[in-house]
């Protein structure tokens, strides 16, 4: 399973678990030509990948993949939605 956390107006959190220790990627965007990309290198079988720098109250789709050189696999497609920008609130 794939779970989306930490969700904020410019960054969220993707995390998935796999039985092979391998890489961690996510491609994102907001089609589902994705455009964009995060991850680690690292051999793990716990992966979580922070995407930061996005856009506010936005619909992302994406997807995640691992692989460690000889293993591969990639999810289907998915989507996640950032918070609005918080609001300034004016004092007299």
Not at 75 to 88: I, K, P, R, Y
């Amino acid at each position: 399973d794939i779970s989306v956390s930490n969700t904020t107006s410019s960054s969220v959190i993707v995390s998935w678990n796999t039985n092979i220790s391998s890489n961690s990627l996510v491609q994102y965007g907001i089609t589902q030509d994705y455009g964009n990309s995060a991850g680690d290198t690292s051999l793990t079988t716990s992966h979580s990948v922070t995407i930061s720098g996005i856009s506010a109250n936005t619909t992302y789709h994406y997807h995640v993949a691992s692989s460690d050189g000889s293993f591969s696999a990639t999810s289907g497609d998915n989507t996640f939605t950032t918070s609005a920008e918080g609001t300034v609130t004016s004092f007299s």
